[in-house]
Every structure is written in C-alpha cells, then in structure tokens.
C-alpha cells in the first residue's frame, strides 16, 4: 500500500516563522531558480495561518527584482491574483505591466510539494498604504484602482457567481431596539427615523436584492488594502503614482457599484475627506469609458442601499465606526429617506 499523502491541516500554523522554514525547501523547489533566499517575517497583525517573507526574484535574463512570497493563501487570492497580475519577463517594466491594479505575479501554484496549499511570489512593495498619507491623490487613485480591477477582471471572462448580503433584516432590527433602549448617542433622534425608514426598507431591500450581476469586486476597499509601488521621489507625496490593490481573498461578483459604496461609507461624518469626490460617479464614469454597462437609472439603486446600509449602523457600530461615523450614517439616512420619499 502506499503511503498517504501528507495532510495540509496538519501543518503547524501557529507560528508563521516556524512554517516558512518548514516549507522554505518547498517553496524553492516549485519556484525554480529564480528564487533567491528567503527572509521570512512577522507583522503585528500575524496571528498564525500563514508565512511571509521577503526574497529576490532573478529573470532569466539577469535582472532582479525584489519580491515576496506568501504562503499558504486562499484559493481565492491565489486564483485571482495569477488571473490579472501575471507579467512576461519582456512586459515587467513596461507601464501596461508596471501600473496595473493588482500586485504583478512571479510565481504561483495551488499546491506545494505534497501539500494542497496555494502560494504566491508577488512584487513587494516599497512604497506604503494608501492610507499612510491619505489625501485626494490617494483617493483618486484608490477609486481608478478600484475601476481599473472590474475592467481587468471583465476581461478575465470568469463567469459570474451570485451576489452576497448580510442579514440586513436581523440588522436593521437589533438597531432599532437599541434606539428604543437609548443605547446609542441621539438614540431620540435615531428612533425617529428608523419608524420612518421601517416603512420604506422593504421596497428598498426588494429593489437592492434584485440588482444586476455584472462584476467582479475586489470586496474589502480601503486604503489600508492599497499599496504604493515605490516610494515618493519628491516633496509632493505619491502625486501621480497609481497604486495596487492587495488582499484579493474577498474577490466576489455584485454590481459593480459595490466596492465603491462600501468606500463611500467608510467615510461617513467624515465626508469632507472625501474632497468633494463621488465614488460610484467615477467608478461608473470609468466603466464607460471602458465600454462596460452602466445602467441610466442606477441612482434610486444607490438611494436603496444607502438607507438600507445607514439603517443597520447603530447594529454595526462595535466592529465598523465611531460615535462621529453614526451621526454620518444618521445623516445619510434622513438623505435617503427623503430621496426615496419618506
């Protein structure tokens, strides 16, 4: 009988150090020669799962770049990132290749050795987050970056899947009970316009579940998931940088609204961050350009979400915002409401 194949599960992932020189000899074996050592790292968000580490990447023709190897990622990231950043060693430095919205890809594979782990060897990054030294550049490049994937993802032709919402009933219900309570700030004034929005939120909920499906999203935008290539060559920040979208494990299919109401929302009581900038519009301007659908009467849609969204905030407030972000979300409310006719 031969022996059974090892099982990935019983990999020891509690120490991400320990794991990266565990599968150093794997990881060198499947890359190829290309690969230089590999100094594997802990960040301070690490808690075990996965190892990283910083190397160099050697062409055939000499050259070399610095990189990183990640492994394992999720299935996922891995099949994502390999779809829309894999760059020919003739095309790395050319700028179709080298201003692209995802990390370039050197190397990557759904297994290692024996294991059934994926693993990737990406570009590293010199520059930074987005959210580092967020100002309207970085905004305006977030949101191209943001456009940039759905179009780059469309021509991928991966087939779509169906649409994810959180239970917004459960939601929208726990809020209200905790404006009945008193136990959110204006909790009076919340109370209010949650009896008004009850009334509309399901019309809202019917219209936003029945939305067209008709692109991939990069699922988690924010500027800490956003990465400068290089770092700033003068006093004037990153101005004229187009940055990289990282974290590609909540790639999913939705309208391609999505990613940048979920932008939006982050800045709520915050707005003026936002520099007078409409996300969606420049999302939406981009798809057309690019020749991709974009619906006449998608505004009522975005109207639709908003109350559905802003209505849940005091439900959310633990884990997303603060104090001033529920008085955005507040105000946002009373904006839908009245655009929808409550």
């Known amino acids: ?3 059974p194949q ?3 599960a019983a990999l020891d992932t509690s120490d991400s150090l320990v794991l990266g020189a565990m599968l150093t000899p794997l990881v060198h074996e499947a890359a190829g020669a290309g690969l230089g050592e590999v100094e594997w790292f802990r960040t301070s968000w690490q808690r075990g799962g996965a190892a990283t580490g910083f190397a160099t990447w050697t ?5 070399t770049v610095p990189c990183m190897v990640k492994v394992p990622v999720g299935p996922v990231e891995r099949r994502w990132a390999a779809a829309l950043g894999y760059c020919c060693e003739n095309e790395w430095d050319d700028p179709r290749c080298a201003t692209i919205s995802t990390p370039r890809v050197l190397a990557s594979a759904d297994a290692l050795g024996p294991y059934d782990l994926c693993w990737l060897i990406v570009e590293r990054f010199e520059g930074g987050t987005v959210a580092q030294h967020f100002d309207e550049h970085a905004l305006r490049a977030l949101i191209h970056a943001a456009a940039d994937f759905q179009i780059r993802a469309e021509r ?3 087939p779509y899947g169906s649409a994810f919402d959180p239970d917004w009933a459960k939601a929208h219900e726990h809020a209200r009970q905790l404006a009945h309570d008193g136990g959110i700030p204006d909790s009076q004034h919340w109370n209010n316009a949650l009896k ?3 009334r509309l939120l399901p ?3 019917t219209t936003w579940k029945a939305r067209p499906v008709n692109a991939w999203l990069h699922g988690d935008l924010h500027p800490a998931n956003a990465m400068w290539r290089h770092q700033p060559d003068n006093g004037h920040g990153h101005a004229g940088q187009k940055c990289a979208l990282i974290d590609l494990g909540m790639v999913r299919a939705g309208h391609w609204s999505e990613d940048a109401l979920y932008l939006e929302r982050q800045f709520w009581g915050r707005m003026d961050r936002l520099c007078g900038i409409k996300p969606v519009s420049e999302v939406a301007r981009a798809r057309r350009q690019a020749g991709l659908p ?3 009467d998608y505004v009522r849609l975005l109207d639709s979400k908003r109350l559905i969204a802003s209505a849940a905030a005091p439900a959310n407030l633990d884990h997303e915002g603060d104090v001033r972000y529920l008085k955005g979300s507040l ?5 839908s409401l009245r655009a929808l006719g409550g």
Request: charged share 30%.
């Open 156 to 158: 991928s032709h991966h």
């Open 294 to 296: 974009v619906e006449d």
């Open 196 to 198: 008004h929005a009850k």
């Open 6 to 8: 090892p099982n990935a």
């Open 331 to 335: 105000e946002v409310l009373e904006r």
């Open 59 to 63: 062409f055939d023709n000499g050259n």
């Open 1 to 3: 009988m031969a022996d």
């Open 203 to 205: 019309e809202a909920l």
